[in-house]
C-alpha cells in the first residue's frame, strides 16, 4: 500500500520529533482559549468558525482495505459530533481499482454527500477524480496521500510527508546501530512514487554516514499483505540474518513482519518500524523493537473534515488550491511510548490552527 504525501508546504508545518510532554498550543476560539474556559467546539482561530454545518455531509474514501485507516473512521464520527454536520460516512471498495472507487465516489455523491476525503488509489489518474468531483461543486481534500507530479486537484492535501518520515526512521536505526554497520530498507509498492520518496529519505540518511553504514538491500512489494512481509523477511533472514545490524520498515506490513522476526529468532538487528500496530508498541516496550515513526491518521480524518466543512458551507476558501501539507510523523521510542499521543494530539491542533490562519481564507 502507498502511504502519505511527497512534499511538504514550507514553513507552515513542520514535522515534529515526538517528545512526551509536548503541549498543544492554544489559540483563538480553539477548544481551550488561553484563559482555560472551553470555547464551543466547532470554533477555531483565524475567523474560521463553522456556523451552520448541518447541510454538510462529508464522505472519508480510503482506497482499499488497510489497518492505517481504521482511526479515520473515529475521527470523522466524532467530527459530526464536533461540528454538528448533517451527515458522514466511511467507506472503501473490497479491492485496491481506481475505477471501483471513481463508482463509489458517484454513489456516494447520488447519496447526497457533498465534501469528499479521498486516498486516491491510482497517484497518476486520481487528478480527474478529484477534478470530477470539483466541476460538480464539491470540495475535495486529498487525505493520507498526495497525487504523484507537480498539480493536485483537490482544494488540499493533508498527508505525511514520507520521505522525511522514512529519513528520521533511518536516523534512528543509525543511532540504535551505533552509527556503523549494515541496514535494510522493508517497503512497499516499487512503481509507488511514494515508495521512491521513502527509499530516497532512506539513502540520505546511509549518505551522511560517510560510509560508515551499508544499504545491504532494499525490498519492495511486500506490504499487499502481512503472509506476503512474513515471508519476505523470513528469507531475508535465513539468506542474510548473521549481516544484519538494523532494519528499517517504511510500510506496515513489513514492519510487523520484521518486529515478528527478531522476536523469535532472538536476532541482535536493530528494528524501526512505521505506525502504532499493538505488535510494534509492545516490542517496543519488550525491547524487540527499538523504536517507530508513527503518523497522523486521526488528524488528516479530524482537520480534513473540519476544513471541508467550511469550504462547503462557503465560510471559506483555500489560498492556494492544491496546496500539500505535512500531518506529522513523530519517533517513538522506549521513553515515550506511554504518552506519544498526546503530541500527536497536540499536533493536530497545530494543524488546525495552521489551516485557520495560513491554509484557508475565511469571510
Known sequence: MRFPTRSVLPGVVAAVVLASGTAACTYKNSGTESGGQAAPAARTGGGAELVDGSRTKVALVPGGAHPYFQPW????????????????TFDETAEWDQQKQNNLLSTLAARGYNSF?????SPTDINSTFADLRSQGF??????????????????????????AAYKASKAA??????????????????DANTQLRIKGVARAVKETGGKVKLLQTITD??????????????LMAAKGDRITGIVATAYNPAVAAADAVST???????????????????????????????????????????LALL???????RSPGVEVDSGSFVVTKANVSGYDKARQAKTAELKQQFADKILSCG
Open 73 to 88: 473512521k473515529t475521527a470523522v464520527t466524532t467530527a459530526r459530533k464536533t461540528y454538528g454536520l448533517g451527515a458522514v
Open 117 to 121: 476525503g479521498v486516498f486516491g488509489v
Open 139 to 164: 470540495p475535495v481534500a486529498s487525505l493520507g496521500s498526495c497525487p504523484a507530479g507537480d498539480k493536485d486537484e483537490a482544494d488540499f492535501c493533508l498527508s505525511t510527508d514520507v520521505e522525511l
Open 174 to 191: 543509525i543511532e540504535a546501530m551505533g552509527g556503523r554497520g549494515t541496514l535494510v530498507h522493508l517497503t512497499g509498492n516499487n512503481v
Open 222 to 235: 511486500i506490504d499487499t499483505d502481512l503472509q506476503t512481509a512474513q515471508k519476505a523477511v523470513s528469507d
Open 265 to 307: 529468532s532472538g536476532s541482535k538487528a536493530k528494528v524501526i518500524a512505521i505506525d502504532d500496530d499493538a505488535k510494534i508498541l509492545s516490542g517496543i516496550e519488550q525491547g524487540t523493537v527499538t523504536a517507530t515513526v508513527v503518523q497522523n491518521p486521526v488528524g488528516q480524518a479530524e482537520v480534513g473534515t473540519w476544513a
Open 312 to 318: 462547503q458551507t462557503k465560510q471559506c476558501t483555500v
